[in-house]
């Protein structure tokens, strides 16, 4: 193959070697550097100690005549034949004590400066090396010796060189192979050659490349290991759930089983669905405020609605326009749209949706000019007051009583300092702090486990988290009432990574999986609540740790392995 690989620089030989091989005659001799401690044909520990003791023998011998002689006046330059012995023995001892610790030194430096100017002479546009004709290796300036895996076949190596060189671009690799296996791991191994940096650890093998191509990731070198966890059972509405996370936090299972615990042997939470409507907002623009208020005027009108209606249903058989909703920026007009999705998440769905009521809308204002599909007052993937507020997905409320012999024994707390820590921590604190629907201890941490586990988009973790947690003293103060409202839960069990194996697998485990023929929206309805019970087990069992004192004990005893990973993954 035409890379070459830049070849390991022999070793130095060191003055033992040197000193062992004195003597071997040959070409061998005369190729390795001559060394201060080929003076004596001794081991070069006892050479050393020679001209040690030599050296400082002979100095502390002429200092101290020198200093006899000043203090007889007698002149310097008049020595005796000891001195003179002594003086050649001390230059003597110097020169081989330079040689030894200098010399050997200064030749390594210069040869690592030789070779560093080499390699400043390389061909930039070249990714691989090259070999001059005067035979010195040189390199582009890479960070790190290029990965060189063995291929499958020429006809692979061809193809790694042209993606590296340039020639076939690195995402047309599935549509000219046919293969979305082998272009992934032809395009892995043009990546480590182009970077100089190796993928070894990132798994390849044992994952279904065609389920993802068009839907869910681009140009794949590989996946990543997410450990998964169960809890449960959850007892949800008179049901039992095991619940799968995802996560690498050691004791967020743990915990929030804990609190699974508790709320089973206190007979269970219940939830309710408040609303259901994932939203869609473009941004319109006209030359004046008033030609935008008379459009607001227009879609906020009830006898507009139904032929809004029918136009927007035209997208698909599940969506269903509920609302739609204006705020009004000089000339510019924000219209959120609310629809149900059945048991899509329904992001695209929605936007279909809203793109042909634009299209409608365009013949009544030809002087509309649409900005952005999005125009943020949806608002997807960001903390927004009109997500708290008015809601996008899923929103839900889920409680529980928890009783007090619950708490005491199954939480190590007591019912007053569970209600005194969450009014200080999650509502005081929160307030304090300015949070934007984060009233609570870790939800977020739970969203996110079960997203993952579930094939949901994680990065709507961020509105979906949003979550207050509400706790009450009950019963004469004896139990506990905890809730969490949570206003933004946007899944769904279609689609996007829904449909991958392990994802799949996981919703199969809750019941939840694909569409419900029957009461098409139920199960990604059911999957929403599924999220706001784990997340009131999560919060239950957080807070009672933090209250009992526990939080950093248990997180130093189940987050900390005293396992050497290292060393297992070497072997």
């Known amino acids: ?84 012995a002594a003086i050649v023995s001390l230059i003597a001892s110097f020169i081989y004590l330079l040689g030894f610790f200098g010399i050997d030194f200064v030749q390594s430096f210069i040869s690592r400066a030789s070779n560093d100017a080499w390699d400043l002479d390389g061909d930039d546009t070249d990714p691989n090396y090259l070999m001059k004709e005067d035979h010195r290796l040189v390199t582009c300036p890479l960070p790190k010796i290029p990965v060189i895996s063995p291929l499958a076949s020429e006809e692979d190596e061809e193809i790694v060189k042209s993606v590296v060189s340039g020639a076939i671009p690195s995402y047309s690799l599935e549509s000219k192979l046919g293969d979305c296996k082998r272009a992934a791991f032809i395009r892995r191994e043009a990546l480590q050659r182009m970077t100089g940096r190796s993928l070894e650890g990132l798994p390849l093998e044992g994952f279904d ?65 408040l609303r259901d409507g994932m939203t869609r907002a473009p941004v319109v623009r006209f030359s004046t405020a008033k030609r935008a208020s008379e459009l607001k005027f227009f879609l906020e009108n009830p006898d507009n609605f139904d032929t809004l209606t029918v136009v927007f249903n035209r997208s698909s058989r599940f969506a269903r326009l509920q609302s739609i909703q204006c705020s009004l920026a000089g000339k510019n007009l924000y219209v959120r749209f609310s629809c149900t999705t059945g048991d899509a998440m329904g992001m695209n769905m929605v936007s279909k949706g809203v793109q042909n009521v634009l299209d409608f809308l365009q013949a009544d204002f030809p002087d509309m000019d649409v900005i952005g599909i999005s125009g943020n007052f949806c608002s997807d993937k960001k903390p927004a007051a009109v997500n708290w507020i008015e809601g996008r997905g899923k929103s839900v409320v889920c409680e529980a009583i928890i009783k007090e012999e619950v708490v005491k024994v199954v939480l190590k707390t007591s019912v007053a300092s569970l209600v005194e820590l969450n009014m200080l921590k999650n509502l005081t604190g929160s307030a304090v702090a300015g949070a934007l629907g984060g009233f609570n201890a870790h939800a977020s941490n739970i969203v996110s486990a079960v997203f993952l586990a579930t094939g949901q988009d994680p990065a709507q973790n961020v509105e979906s988290s949003h979550c207050i947690t509400m706790m009450e003293a009950v019963n004469d103060g ?46 990604s309805r059911l999957l929403a609540t599924v999220v706001a019970g784990s997340v009131l087990a999560g919060e239950l069992s957080l807070m009672s740790a933090i209250s009992a004192g526990q939080l950093v004990k248990s997180h130093m005893k189940y987050n900390r392995s005293s396992r050497d990973m290292s060393a297992v993954a070497s072997s």
């Open 1 to 84: 193959m035409d890379s070459r690989r830049r070849l390991p620089k022999p070793p130095r030989p060191s003055v033992a070697d040197t000193h062992r091989n004195r003597g071997g005659g040959g070409a061998d001799e005369g190729a390795l550097d001559p060394k201060a401690s080929d003076a004596l044909p001794l081991p070069l520990y006892l050479t050393n100690a020679v001209f040690f003791t030599l050296f400082f023998s002979v100095a502390y011998y002429l200092l101290h005549r020198w200093r006899d002689k000043i203090r007889n006046s007698t002149p310097l330059h008049v020595v005796t034949l000891s001195e003179i």
């Open 209 to 273: 490349y065609e389920s993802i191509l068009g839907q869910c990731c681009e140009m794949p070198v590989g996946y990543v290991q997410i450990p998964v966890g169960v809890v449960g059972p959850l007892l949800l509405d008179g049901f039992e759930y095991s619940v799968p996370m995802a996560t690498t936090e050691g004791t967020l299972v743990a915990s929030t089983n804990r609190g699974c615990k508790a709320i089973y042997a206190s007979g269970g939470a219940t939830s309710m669905l």
């Open 478 to 523: 004896k139990d506990l009432h905890v809730s969490v409202t949570m206003p933004c839960i946007e899944v769904g069990t279609v689609g996007g990574g829904t449909q991958l194996a392990s994802q799949s697998a996981c919703l199969n485990l809750l019941g939840v999986k694909g569409a419900n023929k029957e009461s098409p929206g139920s199960n």
